[in-house]
């Protein structure tokens, strides 16, 4: 006899044309949350099963073969997870279980849940409740209601229906320390499975240990201030360390993605960090991290390299100061070449991320960007990656342009999940542009999307692998990248 789940945790699929594949970490949050509660859970990672398929499933053909494998579970309810890229996808899976499945009940979660509760209740009656924001005390409340209307109003944190009517209760306080939290549940993934598809496609694989929440800036196109309000946590160097200690013993690995969207912000963490790690990382565990570009100097990257950081993410996002200011990044570049240098030296990977197609961004700012990741990629072989703005829900870029938005020919690398082989994605997306921004585009009067994706897979192309020839052409023979 199967043994029945108190809720089936999905993770729709995302970009699978990617080279990188990450463990759902937020479900084994959720599902080490749901443990300490004696609720059982099961986990399924629709990322993982699509790329260890033999035959290629895509588009429409996705949800018969998702529901087939839903309806084999038992359980009744469903929790799904969604962020912008799979958002169309969770909608009509939701759709497809109350169809199939009866008497199922469905829970979204995740960020843009979260940044279009509201909305998203009142266009699609599948949904039964929203977890907005931070789930790890929400979930667990929620399934010990049993979905009834007068306990779910008394829970902070979600949206709902009573007397067919939405229902938002206050917000939730945030969990104060990270380290109350319990412990991820890993064991309801496979994570050989993980390691094998990365290393058949000549990757290593590394396991993401959430490292902290929240960044306190506040960049107008990020959507992060949604769900986590600006407020910078971390998790303390002992808690940290103790968790990689942990999935080394059980699995063997040594090598961890810490997920924050911006580590560094405080110094004097990374400092405590860096000295914790200096004293007690005996097995020479080694970690990436996300930072922002201003928070790291040649001293910290000392520091970091001497107790195991292997790899920086950045987002640029613009090389133009004008461009820093409107998109408030505000970051500034002068020591960003010597930064790549120096991370080059201490053999320190470096990826760094570029936004093209900003609303009032001029051909010569999309060029002063251009260059700029070329020379990033000439003084330290970082690895680039350029996206096409796409504007998320919540966003203040997305609330001045809302009104605007158009549905191009493509669309942005963030949100590109099945849209052109699913005629029933891009009908929903076409439908509810208001739920699913993230794939439009904001008209710019210099370029259009098109454009834009040419331009960026040419240039991409080009920098990875012919860096000095397109060095030539810039510094000798004067060419500008835009021509």
């Known amino acids: 006899m199967f043994r029945r789940y108190d809720i089936c945790l999905i993770n729709p699929p995302n970009d699978l044309t990617t080279i990188f594949l990450s463990v759902p970490l937020n479900l084994l949050v959720l599902g080490g949350a749901l443990k300490a509660k004696r609720i059982s859970a099961t986990v399924i990672d629709f ?11 895509k588009g429409d053909d996705f949800f018969p073969y998702a529901i087939d494998g839903l309806e084999r579970i038992r359980c009744k309810t469903f929790g799904i997870t969604s962020n912008c890229a799979n958002f169309p996808i969770a909608i009509i899976l939701a759709r497809e279980i109350k169809r199939k499945i009866k008497k199922s009940r469905v829970i979204l979660g995740g960020p843009q849940p979260t940044s279009v509760a509201e909305e998203t209740l009142n266009a699609f009656p599948e949904i039964d409740a929203i977890v907005i924001g931070e789930g790890d005390e929400t979930l667990p409340e929620v399934l010990q209601s049993r979905f009834d209307p007068d306990k779910l109003s008394k829970i902070p944190g979600i949206a709902f229906r009573m007397d067919d009517k939405v229902v938002i209760t206050p917000e939730r306080p945030m969990v104060s320390n990270l380290d109350d939290l319990p412990l ?24 993401d240990i959430e490292a902290g929440r929240g960044c306190p800036f506040s960049c107008t196109f990020c959507a992060t201030s949604t769900v986590w309000r600006r407020k910078f946590r971390v998790k303390s ?3 940290i360390l103790y968790e990689m200690d942990l999935l080394r013993k059980a699995y063997g690995f040594s090598e961890f993605g810490l997920v924050h969207d911006n580590f560094t912000y405080s110094k004097k963490y990374l400092e405590e960090f860096c000295n914790y790690l200096h004293r007690y990382n005996n097995h020479r565990h080694q970690w990436q991290i996300s930072a922002r570009a201003d928070s790291i100097n040649c001293n910290l990257l000392d520091e970091m390299s001497d107790v ?12 133009s100061p004008r461009m820093q200011k409107l998109i408030r990044k505000n970051l500034s570049l002068e020591d960003l070449i010597d930064t790549i240098k120096h991370c080059a030296s201490k053999n320190i990977s470096v990826d ?41 829900a919540g966003t203040e870029i997305y609330k001045k342009y809302k009104d605007k938005l158009i549905l191009g020919k493509t669309t942005s690398s963030i949100s590109s999940c099945f849209l052109n082989s699913s005629p029933t994605i891009r009908a929903y997306v076409q439908d509810w542009p208001d739920l699913f ?6 008209p710019n009067e210099h370029f259009d999307d098109l454009y834009l994706e040419e331009l960026i897979t040419f240039y991409h192309e080009l920098v990875d692998y012919l860096g000095e020839t397109l060095n030539i052409l810039f510094e000798v023979h004067k060419f500008t990248p835009l021509g």
Request: glycine share 8%.
């Open 308 to 319: 195991g950081c292997m790899g920086i993410f950045i987002g640029v996002e613009s090389a």
């Open 237 to 239: 160097p002992a808690r």
């Open 184 to 207: 991820p549940d890993f064991r309801l993934i496979n994570l050989k499975s993980y390691d094998q598809v990365q290393r058949d496609r000549g990757w290593p694989f590394l396991i």
């Open 47 to 57: 990322n993982l099963l699509l790329r260890t398929k033999d035959q290629d499933i």
């Open 352 to 392: 760094l991320s570029f936004i093209l197609g900003f609303p009032d961004e001029t051909p010569q700012e999309v060029e002063a960007s251009i260059s700029l990741a070329h020379k990033c990629k000439l003084a330290g072989g970082a690895n680039l990656f350029f996206t096409i703005l796409g504007p998320l």
């Open 437 to 442: 921004s993230s794939f439009y585009f904001i």
